[in-house]
């Protein structure tokens, strides 16, 4: 199979509580940010699919039948659409269904949109049990666990194992916050100290109100489409080099390490055989990583080998993932802790930032030379990963 | 592009109010049906892929990330898997992004899992607001329309300009009834008459409680192969000729037409030329139909040109599609009406009639030489419709 899918253009809201718009309204934004950017190579309305990432659209707005519902709020009625979901890896999961589509040669377009609209739920309580509900609900969620106890445990079981310690995860927030001051998207384009982490209000200890990702309203969007054409739509296609998945039990008590993504594992090693990767250390330039909370993002590195088991706290302290440390670029966008984590939106998200990089258009946060990048996208406690590599 | 899929096997719960059992005990239950199936021939273990649809398991039951939640309860943990929703045609679209990923070449297998379990919300009136959240939320449902309203005024449009009646639509039910007595899986093995649907008490005029599908509980499975692996696992693999999809908009206010599913009209002429069909009426030779409502029947029939707007009324009273009627049978599992409808397994389920009827092990309600089968399954009021088409 030789289909080659490229990404050929973005759009994208801010990331934000966003009071004042509706589902539709941020499905609207973020697809006409895209459709302009083409407007004088290639009409809209001749995009062939549409495929939807969002959570959970039923809990937090009352509403289902998304793809029908999206399809129709960015003016492409008529055209097939589908809607995935797997946590808040679903903008991520709706990446790889359409880029199936594409190599499957039954569409020559696919538009992959992100959506989340978390605010319409007004109280905290009821926004946290559907966070929630991404874990087991017969036999986690039930029991009282929520998804941030749940990173909690597997914290704790990090500092237990390796010596990781608060200082390392604190250190995560700060850059990613510091990272988001220079995105216009981000929803908190404010800088935290280390010292402030570590002060911040408990939410699950060792994981403060700084260590977790907010509650955000947000799209992103992208269009993926073949080679041909490609390149009638952009000179500059950025080929999708690699679509993995890797998968765990769902529930926490059934996996063999609480301390290793075996997900993300999994994935990286098929994405790293599919973009003919020998070194991801060398060969990859940037990394947009699903930080969740703080301590995702330690193990989605440790899980991806950029690391080894232990080692990606001290490297986050000692500066190397800053967008200007020794080491590769981690969430220069801000990440999901302060960009925003519009559930649905992150994956897609991920992408997004990716391409502006890979195209020079990431203004004051530019990464020079971005010729391949990594997203890594986590369902939940990483049940489902996905990783998507990009390159030039 | 000549990859060619085949349906190889299945697996189905009956379909009821399963109060003993549990979202994961459901799945689990269909996809060892199919594992059994095959045993001999293929062990599950090398199935590589899972495809869940379902509609709203976050509302009705509490659990989100159903991809992996699914592959965790039939066995497949570390297989790559995403969750589908198109509001009640969620198997369907399971069915077409499993149809994508084989079609791509990422994969040899894939297990399509239907899965809804409605009976965990107990209250009626909830169920209800999970099944009219398919419609527009903001435009219809905030606005007091039901599902149930919403087809009402699609069939009083109907008998306005086509004199369909509700003998007709009666005539439906009955029908399907008289089909799911013979049904071992069907919710209602029960027939009821043209009379006692006419007098059942009043849902939303002129539909009455006996014109309209049911609060189920379900699962079904079916294993989708490539050519190569098809012929390994069965000797007599049914080929999938056409998936597709039609759309429209998602309110009913912002149609062309009340009394055409244009969605559907859409996909069956893309579906017919897929599968080389010059003559649907002389070259199918079963149908299942989405049943949602009465209406919803004659209205897919109309829409796939197996009759004329306005004639599926009087033909489905006459008995032509009747299993021993003189048309092409419509509904002999008892379809949604009777067979049941668990949202997320009925678009699968309707795959799983159609095997075992080309199978010949459709027991007592075996239709005989079926060679070519069409399924249709419809999102909320028809802003999404699939087609499958099956060949020998």
């Given at each position: 199979m030789t289909n080659r899918v490229a990404l050929v253009a973005i759009g994208e809201t801010k990331y934000d509580e966003h009071w004042d718009y509706s589902l539709r309204d941020l499905a609207s934004m973020a697809a006409q940010k895209l459709y302009m950017s083409i407007f004088d190579r290639f009409d809209y309305r001749n995009i062939e699919s549409i495929f939807v990432g969002n959570a959970a659209s039923a809990a937090f707005t009352g509403q289902l039948h998304l793809n029908a519902f999206v399809a129709d709020a960015i003016g492409l009625t008529n055209k097939p659409s589908l809607r995935i979901e797997a946590a808040d890896a679903s903008g991520a999961a709706a990446v790889r269904a359409a880029y199936f589509a594409i190599k499957s040669g039954m569409f020559n377009t696919a538009l992959v949109l992100g959506i989340e609209k978390m605010t319409e739920l007004t109280v905290s309580t009821q926004i946290n049990t559907v966070q929630s509900s991404v874990l087991d609900r017969e036999w986690e969620e039930d029991a009282g666990l929520s998804l941030a106890a749940a990173y909690a445990i597997m914290a704790r079981k990090h500092f237990e194992t390796y010596g990781t310690t608060r200082e390392h995860l604190a250190a995560v927030s700060a850059k990613n916050h510091e990272h988001a001051v220079l995105n216009p998207n981000a929803q908190f384009r404010r800088a935290f100290s280390i010292e402030q982490v570590l002060k911040a209000t408990m939410v699950a200890e060792p994981l403060s109100l700084l260590d977790c990702s907010p509650t955000s309203d947000g799209a992103s969007a992208i269009l993926l489409a073949n080679e041909d054409l490609a390149r009638k739509i952009t000179d500059d296609p950025i080929w999708i080099s690699a679509s993995a998945q890797g998968s765990d039990t769902i529930s926490l008590m059934a996996r063999d390490s609480l301390t290793t993504l075996k997900s993300v594992r999994s994935a990286a090693e098929d994405a790293y055989k599919q973009a003919k990767i020998a070194d991801p250390k060398k060969e990859i330039k940037l990394i947009e990583a699903h930080d969740s909370f703080t301590i995702t993002e330690l193990l989605a590195l440790e899980g991806l080998k950029i690391y080894e088991p232990g080692q990606a706290g001290p490297a986050t302290l000692a500066g190397?993932?800053?967008?200007?440390?020794?080491?590769i670029p981690v969430n220069v966008s801000g990440g999901l802790k302060a960009k925003g984590h519009p559930l649905g939106a992150t994956g897609v998200g991920q992408l997004v930032e990716l391409a502006l990089q890979m195209w020079g258009n990431a203004g004051e946060r530019q990464v020079d030379d971005v010729d391949r990048a990594l997203a890594v996208s986590i369902g939940g406690t990483g049940a489902t990963s996905f990783i998507h590599i990009l390159s030039r």
């Open positions: 190397e993932t800053h967008r200007e440390g020794s080491g």
